[in-house]
């Protein structure tokens, strides 16, 4: 006997790696998908790669969400991919946001991050993008 | 839910405390997946066993930090600890920030502890549906204490002495005057006071008015809630806190009260489930009935008022069988 919910909102976790402590854009894209219905883990700042998977996996996320403006995203974000799989949440879906120079960009996605949003991004982008990437068939 | 995570929970891994397999777990438990439904009937007769302790109090009193440091505590003594924090589901968009997790500083290799955060999607009382189910598969999984915290909660916020078995009911230094002590809810479940923020004035006054209303209490069986002061800022008092814990436990297994308050826990957990079934199916079938709308046409109207509506419709219904 279960009362079967209507739809299992998507749960995503926020988090910040590394020595920064500029939090702003992370808690306004925690409050926009939280606004567009989701469940948002919101793990805070100066998160190891360690407790950013860890946290991922406890929470058992569909989505992970990294923002960084400190410059060490080229160590920070390939770290966190690399644990994930170690710890077989390699399927968990990641997407940044942040300074992050094209060139990075494009080296970051081709390493398996899935979006990468700018300071000119908007909110609007970012929640569709986010739940595209978390329920790639619905 | 992505692709590879479908099907049945794999109870071994569960049993070995794998955090990927509880995870996973918790989440069908929430979604009301049809493997939470097996899973939970095939675990149930291995539980009951460990102590289960709710933390409720008003937001902002630092229930967070508090149970952050009791972890410390616990693992210091090489108990392992798993937490549940339940934030509030906003009523408009189903969404949810769940940052109590922001508080739990524990080394990412530390295997004792376990952390989930949940929302308590639309459950009234401070605590989630799926809040107690899932105390029950960290139990399974080895944990040996649990620890739950509240949505900050208001004066009737007392869901969680459904599910704990000790609950602590955390409150700051001027909260208001002794009247608001001797309130109904929240200052009745209290098993523990905790004063938290210690540090600041007026912490010994809310102590007096607390020790006053736990004197003036019908005293429930040879228990008086004891009170305790602590603080997260300048650390005191957790020790404290958790022995007042454990003397609640140890009194409810010296005055035989744990069966029966456990009966008690149980008892409403069931009716309450097939409140729920009941609710919901009679609720589908009445905002499809013609006669609701027919009545409904009426009572806006004002030609006929809502209590007699009601009992028409309860009354066709019954007729209907």
Known sequence: MTVRAKKAPVRVLIAKPGLDGHDRGAKVVARALRDAGMEVVYAGLRQTPEEIVRAAVEEDVDLIGLSILSGAHMALFPRVLALLKKEKAGNIPVFAGGIIPDEDARRLRKAGIRAIFGPGASLEEIVRTAQRLARPRA | ?321
């Open chain 2, 1 to 321: 839910m992505t692709g590879e995570r479908r099907g049945a929970l794999p109870v071994r891994q569960i049993r070995a405390g794998d955090r990927r397999a509880l995870g996973r777990a918790i989440s069908a438990i929430e979604n009301g997946a049809p493997e939470a439904d097996a899973l939970l009937k095939a675990l149930y007769r291995e539980t009951g066993r460990v102590r289960i302790v709710g933390f409720t109090g008003p937001l902002g009193v630092g229930k967070s930090s508090l149970i952050n440091a009791l972890v410390a505590h616990l693992r210091g003594q090489g108990r392992r600890v798993a937490v549940i924090a339940v934030d509030p589901s906003s009523p408009f968009s189903g969404g949810s920030v769940l940052g109590d997790r922001i508080r739990f500083d524990r080394p990412a290799d530390d295997d004792g502890v376990f952390f989930r955060s949940m929302a308590s999607r639309g459950a009234a009382g401070g605590v989630a549906a799926a809040t107690r189910e899932a105390a029950r598969i960290l139990e399974v999984a080895g944990f040996d204490d649990i620890l739950v915290e509240t949505v900050g909660s208001g004066q009737v916020d007392t869901a969680i002495r459904d599910i704990a078995t000790t609950s602590v009911v955390v409150l700051v230094p001027h909260l208001g005057d002794e009247v608001q002590t001797l309130k109904a809810g929240l200052f009745e479940i209290a098993d523990v006071f905790c004063v938290n923020k210690a540090d600041l004035p007026g912490a010994d006054a809310a102590r007096r008015d607390l020790v006053e209303l736990a004197a003036l209490g019908t005293e429930r069986g040879g228990w008086r809630s004891p009170v305790v002061l602590t603080s997260t800022v300048e650390p005191s008092g957790i020790p404290a806190l958790w022995e007042a814990v454990e003397a609640h436990e140890a009194y409810l297994e010296r005055s035989g009260r744990r069966p029966e308050a456990e009966r008690r826990r149980l008892a409403k957990e069931i009716v309450g489930r097939v409140r729920d079934h009941v609710d919901a199916e009679l609720t589908e079938r009445l905002e499809r009935d013609p006669e609701l709308r027919r009545l409904l046409d009426q009572v806006v109207a004002r030609e006929v008022d809502p209590r007699t509506a009601a009992e028409r419709l309860h009354r066709t219904r019954r007729a209907r069988g």
